[in-house]
């Protein structure tokens, strides 16, 4: 089943955050745009190039009114961890949400349960806590900040202009279209 235009599941958790240990749940997430990305385990070899790409890209984010939460199955002690010895994922200002209970990675349906480990999922959920965007990528195949960047301005866009929609490679300025039978057969 599509988690698109679904709620996001109650759930607590607890992320490691500007030198601090905070509560994270789905409460948390109303009234703003927010990205779940999930990757597979702290300490690791693809997942500090993407989060330390999401740090890179963070301002543009929050200029868009959006919190990014990275989560894996480590705990937030283990976030605490390699926040204060890797000099990439000591730049993220953005919570580490930690998952060892697994209940946020099987909400999101990107749990690998034998090993214990989520999926590399990315998720946008609007201000109302829904689901807009879902990519799920294989375990070697690294994400881009800027192409999520992207999809967030068109999911916002899509969400602020009912009645209009946003084509392949559309990027912030560009002419969207608005759905009509005019248009069948016509691009």
């Known amino acids: 089943m599509s988690l698109i235009n679904t709620e996001v599941k109650p759930f607590k958790a607890t992320a490691y955050h500007h030198g601090k240990f905070v509560e994270v749940t789905e409460a948390s997430l109303k009234g703003k745009w927010s990205v779940f990305f999930f990757y597979p385990a702290d300490f690791t070899f693809v997942c500090p190039t993407e989060l330390g790409d999401l740090a890179d890209n963070y301002a543009e984010f929050q200029k868009l009114g959006v919190e990014i939460y990275g989560v894996s199955t480590d705990t937030h002690f283990t976030h605490k961890a390699w926040h204060d010895t890797s000099d990439t994922i000591g730049k993220i200002q953005y919570p580490l949400v930690g998952d060892p ?19 590399r999922g990315t998720f946008v959920i609007d201000p109302e806590g829904k689901i807009q965007i879902v990519e799920v990528n294989a375990g070697g195949i690294g994400r881009d900040a800027q192409e999520l960047l992207r999809k967030v301005k068109a999911a916002q866009y899509v969400a602020a202009h009912p009645g209009e929609v946003c084509p392949a490679k559309w990027k912030e300025g560009e002419a969207t279209l608005a759905p009509s039978l005019d248009l069948v057969g016509k691009i």
């Open 101 to 119: 209970t697994w209940v946020l990675s099987k909400n999101f349906d990107v749990l690998i349960e034998e090993a214990g480990l989520a999926d």
